[in-house]
Nanobody, 123 residues
């Protein structure tokens, strides 16, 4: 069982930056691919970014490319989502998720989920 705990959300203004963190309990964290998803009010779950277990491959939804960066520190068992140039449309609850080895854009392929952290961006 992998426990994931997100942190770093909060209130921001358009153009600001935030860094989300997701800390894992599992000592084999380095063997898991990690993903970030978000759910805006009244909308479905959206994949945002993913990083493979080794950290060598990352991917992003088009709407955040060039603004968000995913990274991981396997020694700290933590994955990060660096969010720059925030927009009001980035307002959502952000979730991290874990699955073995390769990242996926499909929520159903992730095994473990965090509880989410709220990001609210005002214009």
């Amino acid at each position: 069982q992998v426990q994931l705990v997100e942190s770093g959300g909060g209130l921001a203004q358009a153009g600001d930056s935030l860094r989300l963190s997701c800390a894992a309990s599992e000592r084999t964290f380095s063997s898991y691919a990690m993903g970030w998803f978000r759910q805006a009010p009244g909308k479905g779950l959206e994949w945002v970014s993913g990083i493979n277990a080794g950290g060598g491959s990352t991917s992003y939804v088009d709407s955040v490319k060039g603004r968000f960066t995913i990274s991981r520190d396997n020694a700290k068992k933590t994955v990060y989502l660096h969010m720059n140039s925030l927009k009001p449309e980035d307002t959502a609850v952000y979730y991290c998720a874990a699955r073995p080895s390769l990242a996926s854009t499909r929520a159903g392929e992730y095994v473990y989920w965090g509880q989410g952290t709220q990001v609210t961006v005002s214009s």
